[in-house]
């Protein structure tokens, strides 16, 4: 399994998770680019978003949901950002899915 992301779920590397279930692991980001930062990532190996299919749209809604339920739980009530980087040019660096989860400091828009 060349997969980073995979072996974090299989427990072959360690991580900071926050939630795990049948579907999705969340853990925090190993170079954090605010106070709060965490992946969100479905269990399930999807190199990237393009390869979501009709019949992923239920695992997609739970990773949101995932996603903005832990943003409250750590304290991001007054705002947060999510970001899925797909593909080498939208700046994937790790190819199996993971939605950012971006908090606790002012974000600006474009990021640059
Ligand atoms: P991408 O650029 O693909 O959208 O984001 C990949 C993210 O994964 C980066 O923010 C990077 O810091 C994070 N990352 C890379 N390797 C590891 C790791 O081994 N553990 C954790 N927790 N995060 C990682
Ligand atoms: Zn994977």
Redesign the pocket.
């Known amino acids: 399994m060349d997969c ?1 992301f995979c072996r ?1 779920v299989a427990g072959e ?1 360690p ?1 900071r998770k926050l939630y795990e279930d049948d579907q999705v692991l969340a ?5 954090p680019q605010a106070p709060v930062h965490f ?1 969100v990532i479905p269990k399930r190996h999807i190199a990237s978003l393009d390869e979501l299919s009709e019949s992923d749209r239920p695992l997609a809604g739970h990773i949101l949901y995932t996603a903005q339920r832990l943003a409250i739980e750590l304290g991001c009530e007054e705002g947060f950002r999510v970001v899925m ?1 797909c593909k080498d040019l939208g ?4 190819h199996h899915i ?1 939605m ?1 989860v971006l908090g606790q400091r002012q974000l600006h828009w474009p990021p640059g």
């Open positions: 980073l974090i590397i991580a853990f925090h980001d190993i170079g992946l980087n700046g994937q660096t790790v993971h950012h």
